[in-house]
């Protein structure tokens, strides 16, 4: 099972940018979709995006389309979301997370058909003026 540590986060302004990482460590990291989920208190955790086990496909949720890019560098067991135009609503404390299966797919991912076998710390991100 691969453990997970998210970096990154921080307090910003609305527009700013900001880039999350998340270091996998104890197991076969490049067979696995690897996904971001955010979370506010009192609210569910929801999916933000995912990327294919080899980097080459991605899945965003509709809010954050456009604006956040999901990547991987699997020789150092590491997957990025680069935060753009982040808005307030963008603040919550963010999840990396290892699917369930091997060489699953992203959108599966996104639409929760396959699970997820490992969970990072989180890393809080605030965006305020």
């Known amino acids: 099972q691969v453990q997970l540590v998210e970096s990154g986060g921080g307090s910003v302004q609305p527009g700013d940018s900001l880039t999350l990482s998340c270091a996998g460590s104890?197991?076969?990291?490049?067979?696995?979709?690897m996904g971001w989920f955010r979370q506010d208190p009192g609210k569910e955790r929801t999916f933000v995006a995912a990327?294919?086990?080899?980097?080459?496909?991605?899945y965003y949720a509709e809010a954050v389309e456009g604006r956040f890019t999901c990547s991987r560098d699997n020789a150092k067991n590491t997957v990025y979301l680069q935060m753009n135009s982040l808005k307030p609503e963008d603040t919550a404390v963010y999840y990396c997370?290892?699917?369930?299966?091997?060489?699953?797919?992203?959108?599966?991912?996104?639409?929760?058909?396959?699970?997820?076998?490992?969970w990072g710390q989180g890393t809080r991100v605030t965006v305020s003026s």
């Open positions: 997370a290892a699917d369930r299966y091997p060489f699953g797919t992203p959108h599966a991912m996104g639409r929760g058909s396959t699970g997820v076998s490992s």
């Open positions: 990327i294919s086990w080899n980097g080459k496909s991605a």
């Open positions: 104890g197991g076969t990291f490049s067979r696995y979709v």
